[in-house]
């Protein structure tokens, strides 16, 4: 398989928080229509990461390119126009706007919503359609995880930042959502998934990093850190030295 | 009985004016989280300013209610642009407390320098016609004032419901990280949303110098009425403002036609200090975040 172009480029960035240092110069590379994990304990560093790629921090050093153009620095509000779309952890639907109109947010950055869009949209989460009217406060949380991807999916994204869209579901659901953002990418959508559940990110990622502490330790393909004995042991439960 | 009744009648009619004015207050709160003691201020600068042009111009101070607005509108964007907009946002809340309070006596120096200080008052020429139904006295300029009031809420329901922007001021108050990342310019947002409230506010003014008389320091009698309406509907909540402004109105009324007027202002606190002890968040407020 020959390599895919790169789309995203993180070079040496690192964040502070005051005097803390979240992130201690991370790197790594997205290919288009790649999907790529972030792993890593709590505290790691993955949500820094993601933040400050859609903008909502800046890297006090280091670099961020998206196809080639330095985006470190543009506003929040500015990236998603380049097909930068970010659903952050906790499923941040707008709890008093009904389904309908959250999935038109998702369009705010066109002057108007494009049918075709929503049609897509609602066949992938049928569970949206039968609750449009709906207030999306009142949605379970599987359901407000589909509709913040919905409504990140209403933006056009050419790269969706996923924060732990597994976070606080049963695995049912869990299973469900990886499902569709599978879909999601083969209509060539490239994804970075954040997730603290790595059996389910690398079954579905080409690629993976590991954070710890800011800092990447460990990366690969899927299959490959799936086997690593150090994952398997950190992420995935398992006893090592029972085995 | 018909003591009481006429009381409602008055508190209901009352209550639209209050309701405009503290629907612009709770919709600053919503969008920027400050509390605008500013508010009562900027009413009463809407009142000189129907004063004016009705004194200067002829100009009715119902038609007044376009030009005032805009003026406001201007001045609440520049609020928001000068004084609000550089503090940070960790402790944009607390700042803006004594900000705003700040814009007020500002506005209030400015009025008494423009207008003295003594009391004005628009008298239009239907200032005291009133009409009779089944024997209750309704008084037109409050009748007006009333569906002038109502008028002025259903075209800011509109905008927040109806329209794309409206649609992005309601995405900042419930998830302003959200909103963001989808595109959302907040510090647009905040600085309309801020002319909107003040926007509100000239439109109450102009009704209010009709019904009552005013001068430069009246603001301070009216924010705490304001105040007390926001808190009760949940701070955040249009829609509470408007039952919080009714409530208020309609009881203080009833005491004051059933018990005395001297208890009457008193009311007011007594019913929010009841209400608070059983819904701290207010009638209509969420916990963290408003309810537009």
Not at chain 1, 48 to 58: D, E, F, H, P, V
Not at chain 2, 139 to 158: E, I
Not at chain 2, 199 to 220: K, Q
């Amino acid at each position: 398989m020959s390599e895919p172009r790169e789309l995203l480029r993180v070079t040496d960035i690192e964040v502070r928080y005051g005097a803390i240092r979240a992130l201690k110069g991370v790197s790594f590379t997205v290919g288009e229509g790649e999907v790529v994990a972030l792993l890593g304990a709590n505290g790691a560093g993955k949500t820094t990461t993601q933040k400050t790629i859609s903008g909502m921090l800046r890297p006090a050093v280091g670099s961020i390119t998206f196809e080639g153009r330095r985006i470190d620095g543009i506003p929040a509000h500015e990236l998603i126009g380049l097909g930068i779309c970010h659903v952050p952890e906790g499923r941040h639907v707008f709890p008093r706007m009904t389904v309908h109109e959250n999935l038109e947010m998702g369009a705010f950055r066109f002057k108007r919503v494009d049918s075709a869009d929503l049609e897509r949209v609602l066949e992938l989460f049928p569970r949206l359609r039968e609750r449009i009217k709906q207030q999306a406060g009142t949605l379970s949380g599987g359901e407000q995880q589909m509709l913040a991807i919905g409504r990140a999916l209403m933006g056009k994204p050419r790269l969706l930042l996923l924060d732990e869209p597994s976070m606080g579901l049963a695995p049912l659901i869990v299973a469900q959502i990886f499902e569709i953002v599978r879909e999601i990418n083969t209509t060539g959508v490239t994804v970075l998934v954040v997730e603290q559940n790595a059996a389910q990110a690398l079954t579905l990622a080409d690629r993976g990093y590991v954070l710890e502490t800011g800092e990447i330790v460990l990366e690969g393909t899927g299959r490959e850190l799936l086997a690593d004995d150090r994952i398997r042991a950190a992420y995935l439960g398992e006893e090592i030295a029972a085995s | 009985m018909h003591a009481l009744i006429q009381g409602i009648i008055l508190g209901i009619l009352t209550a639209g004016v209050y309701a405009l004015m503290a629907s612009g207050q709770t919709l600053i709160f919503g969008i920027m989280k400050v509390v605008n003691l500013a508010q009562g201020a900027m009413v009463i600068l809407g009142a000189y300013l129907a004063f004016q042009l009705f004194t200067s111009f002829g100009i009715d101070p119902f038609l007044a209610i376009p030009i005032t607005t805009v003026a406001l509108f201007v001045v609440g964007v520049l609020v928001q642009l000068l004084f609000l907009r550089p503090l940070r946002s960790d402790d944009r809340s607390e700042l803006s407390l004594l900000v705003t309070f700040a814009v007020a006596l500002l506005l209030e120096g400015i009025m008494s320098v423009i207008w003295s200080t003594s009391d004005r008052s628009i008298n239009t020429h239907y200032a005291n016609s009133s009409w009779t139904v089944f024997g209750y006295q309704i008084t037109l300029v409050r009748l007006w004032a009333f569906l002038l009031s109502l008028f002025a809420l259903g075209l800011l329901y509109l905008l927040l419901n109806r329209t794309r922007f409206g649609r992005a001021i309601r995405a900042s108050v419930q998830n302003p990280e959200s909103a963001t990342l989808l595109g959302v310019q907040s510090e647009r947002v905040s600085a309309i949303g801020f002319g909107l409230g003040a926007a509100t506010a000239a439109a109450a003014g102009s009704v209010y110098g009709l019904l009552y008389p005013f001068n430069s320091g009246s603001h301070y009698d009216l924010i705490s009425r304001l105040l007390s309406i926001v808190i009760l509907g949940g701070l955040g909540s249009v829609g509470g403002a408007v039952i919080g402004a009714l409530v208020i109105s309609v009881s203080s009324a009833i005491v004051a036609s059933a018990i005395s007027p001297i208890w009457s202002e008193m009311t007011f606190f007594i019913v929010l200090l009841l209400v608070l002890l059983v819904r701290p968040r207010g009638l209509f407020g969420t916990a963290a975040r408003g309810a537009i």
